[in-house]
């Protein structure tokens, strides 16, 4: 079992197919709300993690002062230090999700300086600055499609938003404080919303990117890989998002030895307690029958029984009475069963039933001072429906 991508709570949901087209989907997944939600919170904590420290650029402004003259002013190693995400929100519309964040609070650092010419000398002076932002909210709708296969996210909008700026002066001449805030202020404000839109879309891309290499092949062993190729665009709901992979079983050409596959070993994971569901998976029988066939053709639905339970059973004193020339013949000798499948085993599902067919030939063998001899055969179909 490999560790699972992220730690959804999953539920499967089987659906009956019929005679599906060439690409149509055979797995589909729902993201619910409450996986959207799950997922946001990933990405706005990450989100705020990495938009910190942010390096705003220079701001530099020539500003004319009635008898003092031109005076040249710079605001410059703007750095916001900290983010405080108060609350966010993720919402599906017809094109894609919009997730929006409000920030409690933020905090900038920065120097200062001005210079201007009096009379025949320069005055300069400089300083540092803190800036408290109140109010800010954050706001970014992304849309994705499905490209040769893979996901394509696109950013449609991303925007960021400031309410107030106090802005704190330390050092230098407190004459200079309202002109520099006066000046400044909504400066300093576009160039930080500009940053941090600049830094979500940097952001977007590299969620682009990732989405863009995902596998489109998961291999199981060296037997069977699982087509993870999207098929169509992704399904945007009130509030849920859905994606149809192919999910086909097609032949790995990994070199990991095949997984001991024995039927009814699949295991999954069922959603535990009353927590809500984030992810729905639903399967076709298709599913279940492609990986079923590269297991019969790779000649791994076959298995030597040796050990059983009852292990008196398989030595042939125990059938004396019932069998007599088998003890006749090979008297205390151990036996050995050979159970394998003659055709794929199938899977059909219907509404509310999953019927699964194997046909097996069992052949009793036994075992002959270390010599391996056939005795019976015997051909049995299994039917089993949940
Ligand atoms: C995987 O699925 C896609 C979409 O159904 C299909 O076009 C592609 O040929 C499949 N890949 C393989 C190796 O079968
Ligand atoms: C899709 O794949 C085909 C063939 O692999 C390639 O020619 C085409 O440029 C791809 N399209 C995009 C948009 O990547
Ligand atoms: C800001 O300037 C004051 C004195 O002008 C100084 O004590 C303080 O360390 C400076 N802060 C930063 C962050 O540079
Ligand atoms: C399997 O195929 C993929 C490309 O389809 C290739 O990148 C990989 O190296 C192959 N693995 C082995 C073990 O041959
Ligand atoms: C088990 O039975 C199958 C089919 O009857 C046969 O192909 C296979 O060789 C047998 N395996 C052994 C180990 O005898």
């Known amino acids: 079992m490999g560790t699972p991508l992220l730690p959804l709570l999953v539920a499967l949901q089987l659906f009956a197919a019929f005679s599906p087209a060439a690409a149509s989907p055979h797995i589909s997944a729902v993201i619910s709300q409450s996986?959207?939600?799950?997922?946001k919170d990933l990405l706005v904590s990450h989100a705020a993690e990495t938009l910190t420290p942010l390096s705003v650029p220079d701001i530099e402004k020539s500003m004319s002062i009635p008898l003092v003259g031109t005076v040249r002013m710079t605001a410059s190693g703007i750095v916001l230090h900290s983010l405080a995400v108060t609350n966010s929100n993720v919402a599906v519309v017809d094109t894609g999700v919009v997730v929006?964040?409000?920030?409690?609070s933020a905090n900038l650092a920065m120097e200062w300086s001005y210079s201007y010419n009096s009379w025949v000398v320069t005055v300069s002076d400089c300083g540092n600055a803190s800036i408290q932002v109140e109010g800010m909210e954050v706001g970014v709708s992304m849309g994705m499609k499905n490209q040769n296969g893979s996901l394509k996210l696109s950013v449609?909008?991303?925007?960021?938003?400031m309410k107030e700026l106090d802005i704190t002066l330390n050092g230098g001449a407190s004459w200079f404080y309202q002109v520099f805030i006066d000046a400044f202020s909504n400066h300093i404000r576009s160039s930080v919303e500009n940053a941090i839109t600049q830094k979500i879309m940097e952001g977007a891309l590299k969620l682009?990117?990732?989405?863009?290499?995902?596998?489109?092949?998961?291999?199981?062993?060296?037997?069977?890989?699982m087509n993870v190729t999207f098929v169509n665009?992704?399904?945007?709901?009130s509030s849920s998002v859905e994606f149809d992979?192919?999910?086909?079983?097609?032949?790995?050409?990994?070199?990991?030895?095949?997984?001991?596959?024995?039927l009814g070993d699949i295991e999954f994971a069922l959603p535990f307690g009353s927590s809500s569901k984030m992810l729905w998976i639903s399967l076709d029988e298709d599913v279940f029958n492609s990986v079923s066939a590269l297991y019969f053709k790779a000649g791994l639905l076959q298995r030597m029984v040796e050990r059983i339970p009852d292990q008196f059973l398989l030595n042939t004193a125990s059938w004396r009475f019932l069998i007599p020339q088998l003890y006749k013949k090979y008297p205390d000798d151990n036996m050995l069963l050979n159970i394998s499948a003659i055709s794929p085993p199938s899977v059909r599902i219907n509404v509310g039933r999953i019927d699964a067919t194997v046909e097996l030939d069992i052949?009793?063998?036994?075992?002959?001072?270390?010599k391996i001899v056939p005795v019976a055969c015997m051909s049995v179909v299994l039917d089993s429906a949940t």
């Open 35 to 39: 996986g959207l939600d799950f997922a």
């Open 100 to 104: 929006a964040a409000s920030l409690a």
């Open 156 to 161: 449609m909008e991303c925007g960021c938003y």
């Open 208 to 225: 682009d990117s990732f989405l863009g290499n995902l596998p489109k092949k998961i291999n199981l062993d060296s037997v069977a890989a």
């Open 233 to 237: 665009d992704p399904l945007f709901k």
């Open 245 to 262: 992979i192919d999910g086909l079983f097609i032949p790995s050409n990994e070199t990991t030895a095949p997984r001991d596959m024995l």
């Open 363 to 370: 052949t009793v063998n036994v075992l002959d001072f270390g």
